[in-house]
């Protein structure tokens, strides 16, 4: 994965909710579980991560201190052009281009040709699920 917009957390310092990357994978934080110090060692930290395309389950466990990527997820402005079986085909508002989306099972029959749109792109995939 070439060219792809990141950037770096710690891991602590992260929350439900937050973007991660696991596995070079765009993940949603579910939960952060942070353990004591112990007498001699430094305190560790289990984080559990959802795919945002797979709906995967996936965990991390590392030191507290330790340093993670976090993916660079856009939100950007389109409009429908129109629908084409299961996916729409959008017009980016900024640079024009157009592409095809498929629809979510639950935006079916609320996207209309014509209307503006949000959609999120991460890692160069688009997709008009709610993200955040």
Known sequence: ??????????LKNLKKGNFVLIDDVPCKVVSVNISKSGKHGAAKCRLEGMGLFDNRRRNVIKP??????????LRKQGQVLAIVGEKVQVMDLTDYSN????????????VNPGEE???????????????R
Do not use: C, H, Q, W
């Open 1 to 10: 994965m070439e060219n792809v917009e990141k950037g770096t957390a710690v």
């Open 64 to 73: 507290a201190d330790a340093k993670i990527d976090t993916p660079v997820v």
């Open 99 to 110: 592409f095809e989306i498929e629809i979510p099972e639950d935006m079916k029959g609320s």
């Open 117 to 131: 749109i949000t959609y999120y792109e991460v890692f160069g995939v688009r997709t008009l699920e709610k993200l």
